[in-house]
């Protein structure tokens, strides 16, 4: 017994002796020494079709999200190959799960850039799951098309972002509760990550410049549904108004107990911008009526496109489903794609991103355009208020205003207000 | 060992002295091949035969296994459900993550990394350690050995155990999360950690420097269950079995529990810290998201699924699961997760020993028609493989 003991004892030191020695033997390139070596794209246009990816989640609490643009990417493809495709290619549409979870939205990014080689992947919901996407396009030099308003403060040389910067919503909405409200005073609620963090921050130094008295700032965790205190902090402060970066089902719970404490749309109107048709369904209408959110297309716009749009995806989906902003930047990014795809007569990453700026197709929104630099896209803001029926009327819109995720044209948001800012929240 | 082969069973003492040898514990022959052969299969034929992009998601089970070897430990031969080693993986995945992100923000001539710029923060005490990567590596060990000796040490003193356990564990994974999440300008809150170029000098989106990222990986779990496994075989091993069968009892014995369910404690959750460590280079993002209550949870499904008191079971439980989930997933994306709590729920009811007893029971049950089991083929009823909870709780309800 002893004897095979050693034995097979030494078989075990042998096979990690080797192993050892296969690690030491694999080194590579040393960090920092050259230009990480891009890999070269393998995407295949011999035949009549061409790929491209979808990474929504489809399972975990993002799904009822992210299923929503799912469909309605479905329903743009499905378009799109009908008009005859792009530059004369059926598209091939590969899927992927990015279950709420940041870690899986790489995994599967990479899948689909380098085991399906996609020409353009389009989804992503949560600023995790960009961020986590974010150096598996720059390594792979691929192309990814996100749709969410986020909280800006980016531009990747490979990502397009469909949906709305900070200057395209988040300050046309304390332009309008300065201008049309007149408010002096607001209070700050939000869930706590990123898009609140950053939105509030800038937000306190908007209000700095234009002498509006920020009386409080609570985040709660993401997904938390206990109110009655903030509830009452914010009744107590008697702001002018709120401002809401709560997102999901903490929407519910908060303005049931805004509710509850006796505020009203008229007292105290609250500003979401994380609010659109889908939440409002799920928050319900009655305790919504009359309050605001702010973004750039709501379903009941007026406009050929829109009514176009609305049209087809209900005969699609069904009657009762509703069309949301995120929604539409996610149709829209993929005409938007297709429009540089054709303008470049070419899928590659490099042409389209030379072609890329000036590129404009009529969205559902109106007219938006690329902005070749920062590779974000035309916007116009709009203030909506939350009707009975859980639809969002239109009651202000303001001017097509060009992305500028940085805040570069506005004096009051620079480096040294944002550290002073963070130095006082330190404390 | 042959000596309690041969001792007859009568009540509880001695299936108890019977299960500190026998049940999951292989012969060295079996354990060392059967270790050898895993070792080939990860560190020779998995580079030979898997693309760069499948070698990667390899890594990522790998890590998973890594953490089942150390609840394979705590959970199957210590009876401690260990639901909270999210923590310990956390902790050592952002201890490396700190580093990366610090050695990076070097490589770009900057203080702190691109994240803290956003709120022009500068850099927090506690990132000022992770500068230096033989401090990194130190803490990414010491961490997590202190905080589950702390934890560990006092909650067995005071005897807690059981499904008392496993909550307080799920709470300090909650509260862990909840720590990270407000992190917003020091450690970039629900985003978490990603975007890393360099890992210890190397340049990590290197296919050669990923490649040997696996193996080092690899190779830790190699090493990690040939420590399980002399932990199992050794004294040690028995009395911590015993413990788990039988606290009370090793107590009257003169051993101090407290200390050995302490120590099996702290090695699981530096082997999770070690696995969350290489996590990072691998799957190159660490986020709250990864860590929270339902990964936890997920961490200990494969270790049910393949044999908690085994060598093997916990092993090529995690790798099987989490290779099922990714495969599976892709293809019944909601249904994925309706089927894993039903596998986890056969599992417990059915097979609680976990696929590695089928061949045992199965054994067993051939060998019944002639004679009684000898203890070196347990029935799935004996006290190694059956529920540790119901069987302290039988015992809290009798004293």
New interface residues.
């Given amino acids: 017994m002893s004897e ?2 050693r034995q ?2 030494l ?2 030191y042998a ?2 002796g ?3 020695t ?2 030491l033997s ?8 050259e230009d ?2 891009v890999a070269e794209s393998c995407v295949d246009t011999d035949g009549d079709t061409i790929k491209i990816g979808f990474i929504n989640s ?2 975990g609490n993002m ?1 009822i999200s992210e299923t929503t643009v799912n469909d309605v990417l479905h329903m743009a493809a499905d378009q799109i190959n009908e008009d005859g495709g792009v530059n004369g290619y059926e598209l091939e549409i590969v899927e ?2 990015g ?5 899986t939205f ?2 599967r990014s ?2 689909l850039l ?2 399906e080689c996609v020409a353009a992947v389009f989804g992503g919901w ?3 799951s960009r ?2 996407m ?3 396009f720059e ?1 792979n030099n691929g192309l990814l098309f996100y749709p969410t308003q986020y909280e800006g ?1 980016e531009s990747s040389e490979n990502v397009f972002y469909s949906g709305a910067t900070t200057n395209q919503q988040i300050l046309p909405a304390l332009e309008y509760l300065k201008e049309e409200e007149e408010i002096e005073s607001l209070y700050l609620v939000g869930s ?3 898009f609140p ?2 939105a509030n ?1 800038l937000i306190q130094q908007w209000a700095e410049e234009n002498d509006v008295e920020i009386l409080g700032e609570d ?1 709660t ?2 997904g938390s549904t206990d109110f009655s205190t903030i509830a009452n902090t914010v009744a107590a402060s008697d702001a002018d108004a709120v401002f809401n970066t709560l997102n999901g089902e903490s929407n519910v719970a908060f303005f049931s107990q805004f509710d509850d404490a006796g505020l009203t749309a008229e007292e105290m109107p609250v500003m979401s911008v994380s609010i659109a048709e889908e939440e409002v369904d799920g928050i319900g209408p009655a305790l919504l009526d009359g309050h605001l959110t702010s973004w750039n297309y709501y379903q009941t716009l007026e406009d050929p496109e829109n009514e176009e749009f609305v049209a087809a995806f209900q005969e699609t989906y069904g009657e009762d489903r509703v069309t949301s902003d995120v929604m539409q930047s996610s149709y829209n990014s993929l005409f938007l794609w297709a429009a540089m795809a054709e303008e470049a007569g070419s899928f590659d990453v490099d042409e389209i991103r030379e072609v890329a700026d000036g590129t404009s197709i009529d969205a559902p929104e109106g007219e938006v355009t690329v902005d070749g630099e920062t590779q974000h896209v035309t916007k116009t803001p709009r203030i909506g208020v939350i009707n009975s029926d859980g639809l969002i009327d239109p009651i202000w819109e303001g001017e097509l205003t060009d992305p500028d995720p940085y805040l570069e044209d506005y004096q009051w948001a620079d ?2 207000e ?6 006082e ?2 404390d | 060992m042959s000596t309690t082969a041969t001792q007859k069973k009568t009540g509880r003492l001695a299936r108890i002295s019977a299960a500190g040898t026998s049940p999951g514990v292989p012969s060295p022959r079996t354990a060392y091949l059967g270790i050898a052969l895993i070792a080939m299969g990860l560190l020779v034929l998995a580079p030979a035969l898997l693309t760069p992009f499948e070698l990667r998601q390899m890594g990522r089970f790998v890590c998973y296994a890594m953490v089942a070897v150390g609840i394979g430990l705590a959970w199957g031969r210590g009876g401690m459900l260990t639901l909270g080693q999210g923590v310990f993986f956390g902790i050592g995945a952002y201890c490396m993550a700190m580093h990366m992100q610090l050695e990076d923000a070097a490589l770009r001539g900057e203080e702190t990394p691109q994240f803290m710029g956003t709120f022009g923060v500068d850099l927090p005490w506690f990132w000022e350690p992770f500068h230096s990567p033989l401090m990194t590596i130190l803490l990414i060990l010491l961490l997590p050995a202190a905080l589950a000796f702390a934890l560990g040490y006092s909650v067995f003193k005071r005897k807690v155990r059981g499904a008392y356990f496993a909550i307080l564990n799920q709470a300090m994974v909650f509260a862990f999360v909840t720590l990270l999440v407000g992190q917003q300008a020091t450690l970039n809150g629900s985003n978490g950690l990603s975007g890393f170029e360099s890992f210890f000098g190397f340049a990590i989106h290197d296919p050669a420097n990923r490649q040997m990222i696996y193996m080092i990986a690899a190779a830790l779990l190699v090493i990690m269950m040939l420590v399980a496994y002399w932990m199992m075989r050794s004294r040690f091993g028995e009395l911590l079995v015993a413990t788990r069968d039988a606290e009370e009892r090793v107590r009257f014995l003169g051993y101090d529990p407290a200390i050995i369910k302490t120590i099996t404690f702290v090695t699981a959750a530096v082997m999770a810290s070690v696995a969350g460590a290489m996590f990072v280079p691998l799957v190159g993002i660490i986020s709250p998201a990864e860590l929270g209550v339902v990964p936890s949870i997920a961490f200990v499904i494969g270790v049910a699924i393949g044999g908690r008191a085994t060598l093997f079971g916990p092993v090529l439980g995690a790798i099987a699961v989490a290779w099922a989930e990714s495969t599976l997933a892709e293809n019944f994306p909601s249904g994925w997760t309706y089927f894993q709590g039903l596998l986890l729920i056969l599992v417990i009811a059915l097979l609680p020993g976990g696929i590695a007893s089928v061949g045992r029971y199965l054994r067993w049950k051939h060998r019944g028609e002639a004679g009684k089991p000898t203890s070196e083929d347990p029935a799935p009823s004996d006290p190694a493989t059956s529920d540790p909870e119901s069987e302290n709780s039988q015992k809290e309800a009798a004293s």
């Fill in positions: 095979k003991k097979s004892r078989t075990a096979a990690i080797a192993a050892g296969l690690v694999a080194c590579g390139a040393r960090a920092g020494e990480a070596a489809q399972s799904a992927e799960d279950q709420s979870e940041p870690a790489a995994e990479e899948y380098t085991q949560t600023s995790a961020q986590a974010l150096p598996v390594n403060l706590d990550y990123v963090r950053t921050m985040y965790p993401l480096d040294e944002a550290a002073e800012y963070a130095e929240a330190e």
